[in-house]
């Protein structure tokens, strides 16, 4: 055999497990080309447009009661009793607390004994009065001293009412500063109470805002600490800025039967007004936070029909949509629905051009 032909024939015998192998990682790499390709997610788009919505003032605020009330005595003494407790929902008319009143009802039975003298002698000078037969200065200075006597017993009779503490509303007891067996002074404040069957929300509105803040408007009450939202009316405007904060004083009533807003909470205050302005909206559900609470839209890109994550800043809510205030233009189209699996660049479906 010639010498070329066994070298060919010695080396075919490689040849077709070659070709075979060349030909299977071709195939393989072909095959893994194919399963690298993402799949297309079917997703629901949304044009951005403007909307007009009413103009809102946001205001933080502090509650407080419709009443508050800082009770104490008119006199002086050492507390033997205290009928309360703090929280305790307090009728109007229950007695709060008491002195010894052993000093001030001495002092009213001198008062008495006084004033019986005193009745006594004026009594016989006024019939001598009548017979003309004192001077009308005599009896003119014993009858300033009935008047005197009198007003003596009276003093004393009211120094031993006011050793006994009533509550005047009906209100919740915010605070008890005394205990039994402490001597307090006169005008001291010792109890704190108030009726919140309504509150009242104290805010300070800016003075680019106090103009949009009318009597009687409705106003939305969250209560963060709370996390839930009532409804209240403006029932007081300020007309007079503060000195060191230039902002003004308004006050917003809210029925609390419930009981549930407490005095010092934090309010947030939202109030619409008469006023429209033009926004950027797009709905909630197509907003989505990082972890680091950032939040972004997916927006799509028409001629490779994919889309890709974008950076927005949001601004109020009006009803189930959100303002943009940054980050996307009117007429670009974001995803609302279906954005769980989507990352940038994937590819999609529309389900319904808008």
Same mark, same amino acid.
Request: with cysteine.
């Given at each position: ?14 040849? *077709? ?39 809102? $003032?946001? *205001?933080?605020?502090? &509650? ?8 104490? =005595? ?39 004994? +006084? ?23 005599? =009896? ?5 001293? #009935?008047?005197?006597? +009198? ?8 120094? $031993? ?9 009906? %209100?919740?007891?915010? +605070?008890?500063?005394?205990? !039994?067996?402490?001597?307090?002074? +006169?005008?001291?404040?010792? =109890? ?22 009318? *009597? ?9 600490? #709370? ?8 029932? !007081? ?40 302005? !033009?926004?950027?909206? /797009? ?16 927006? #799509? ?10 950076? &927005?800043?949001?601004?109020? =809510? ?9 980050? *996307? ?15 940038? %660049?994937?590819?999609?479906? /529309?389900?319904?051009?808008?």
């Amino acid at each position: 055999m010639p010498a070329h032909r066994f070298l060919l024939s010695k080396s075919c015998k490689y040849c *077709l497990p070659i070709t075979a192998m060349i030909f299977w990682l071709s195939s393989c790499t072909s095959d893994n080309k194919k399963s690298e390709a993402p799949p297309s997610r079917t997703v629901e788009i949304e044009v951005v447009k403007t909307d007009k919505v009413s103009s809102s $003032v946001s *205001l933080s605020g502090n &509650v407080e009661g419709k009443q508050t009330l800082r009770l104490g =005595f008119m006199v002086a003494g050492k507390v033997n009793y205290v009928a309360v407790q703090e929280g305790e929902t307090i009728q109007k008319g229950t007695l709060l607390a008491s002195l010894d009143n052993t000093d001030y009802r001495i002092s009213l039975q001198a008062a008495k004994g +006084k004033l019986m003298e005193v009745q006594d002698k004026y009594d016989r000078l006024k019939i001598m009065h009548d017979r003309n037969s004192i001077s009308e200065a005599d =009896f003119v200075a014993i009858k300033a001293g #009935l008047q005197q006597a +009198k007003a003596q017993q009276e003093l004393r009779a009211k120094n $031993v009412k006011d050793t006994r503490l009533y509550a005047p509303i009906t %209100g919740v007891l915010l +605070k008890k500063g005394v205990s !039994e067996g402490e001597v307090i002074d +006169k005008g001291m404040p010792v =109890f704190g109470l108030a009726d919140i069957d309504q509150v009242k929300i104290n805010a300070a509105v800016p003075e680019n805002d106090i103009h949009r803040i009318k *009597l009687h408007q409705t106003a939305k009450i969250t209560i963060p600490a #709370l996390d839930t939202v009532y409804t209240g009316e403006i029932t !007081e405007v300020g007309l007079a800025a503060e000195a060191t904060t230039r902002t003004y004083n308004a006050r917003i009533l809210v029925k609390n039967p419930e009981h549930r807003i407490l005095p010092g909470m934090i309010a947030e205050i939202l109030i619409d007004t008469d006023n429209e302005t !033009e926004v950027l909206t /797009v709905p909630g559900s197509a907003i989505l936070r990082d972890a680091d609470n950032s939040t972004y839209v997916y927006v #799509l890109d028409k001629n490779s029909n994919t889309v890709f994550k974008r950076s &927005v800043s949001v601004g109020k =809510f009006h009803k189930d949509r959100i303002e943009i205030t940054s980050g *996307l233009e009117e007429g670009e189209r974001i995803v609302t629905g279906a954005q769980q699996k989507l990352y940038d %660049g994937t590819p999609v479906t /529309v389900k319904q051009e808008p």
